[in-house]
Structure formats: structure tokens, C-alpha cells
Nanobody, 126 residues
Framework: QVQLVESGGGLVQDGGSLRISCAAS????????MGWFRQAPGKEREFVAA????????YYADSVKGRFTISRDNAKNTVYLQMNSLKPEDTAVYYC???????????????????WGQGTQVTVSS
């Protein structure tokens, strides 16, 4: 089972960009579907994006489609979330998550995933 550590969060202005990363331990990273969720204060955790084992298929929440890009580098055991045109409503703790398997990335429920990172804070100021 992989262990996940997020990094790269911070404070950015409305309309700005930020890239967050998630480093995974272990030699089986390439067999996992990877995802990003986020949780704002007082709200439930929500799906953001997911990517299949090869990086060839991606899946996005409607709220971020066209603004965010998920990618992965299996040689570096890392998954990324590039966030452009950020809005104050994107402010949240962003969590990296993993699901074992070679299926497509169409998993948007938190119960679909097995392993979670500790989260990284992203704050977008208006």
C-alpha cells in the first residue's frame, strides 16, 4: 500500500495559478488510480480530479473542468494538480488519494479510494 504526501499549497490571488504535488512511497505506484479531493471549512469533502494508472485517461469535476489539469509521472511516483484561473471558492484543503487497480479513473466518491494523504492548504484571496 502506498503512502501519500502532498506539497505545494499556499496563498494565491484570484485568477492566479498554483501546482500541488503528491509523492507516493512504494514500488507499485503505477498500479493505482490517483485522485484529488478538497474540503472547504464547513463543507463536505468533494471530488476534484482523477487519473488512471498510465496517465492516459483523466476525469474532472464540472467545477474545475477547463481550469485544472491532473497529471502523473510514474517514474517519480508523483501526481500533480495544476490549477489555473483560481477563484476564492477553490479555497480548501486539497487531499491526494489512491485506489489500487488498472481500471479507468471514473471514481468520484471518497469511499472509492483506499489511501489518503494529510492534505495541503490552498487559499485564494479576492
Amino acid at each position: 500500500q502506498v503512502q501519500l504526501v502532498e506539497s505545494g499549497g499556499g496563498l494565491v490571488q484570484d485568477g492566479g495559478s498554483l501546482r500541488i504535488s503528491c509523492a507516493a512511497s512504494g514500488r507499485t505506484f503505477g498500479t493505482y488510480v490517483m485522485g484529488w479531493f478538497r474540503q472547504a471549512p464547513g463543507k463536505e469533502r468533494e471530488f476534484v480530479a482523477a487519473i488512471n494508472w498510465s496517465g492516459g485517461s483523466t476525469y474532472y469535476a464540472d467545477s474545475v473542468k477547463g481550469r485544472f489539469t491532473i497529471s502523473r509521472d510514474n517514474a517519480k511516483n508523483t501526481v500533480y494538480l495544476q490549477m489555473n484561473s483560481l477563484k476564492p471558492e477553490d479555497t480548501a484543503v486539497y487531499y491526494c488519494t489512491a485506489r489500487r487497480g488498472l481500471q479507468g479513473p471514473y471514481y468520484s466518491d471518497s469511499s472509492d479510494y483506499d489511501t489518503w494523504g494529510q492534505g495541503t492548504q490552498v487559499t485564494v484571496s479576492s
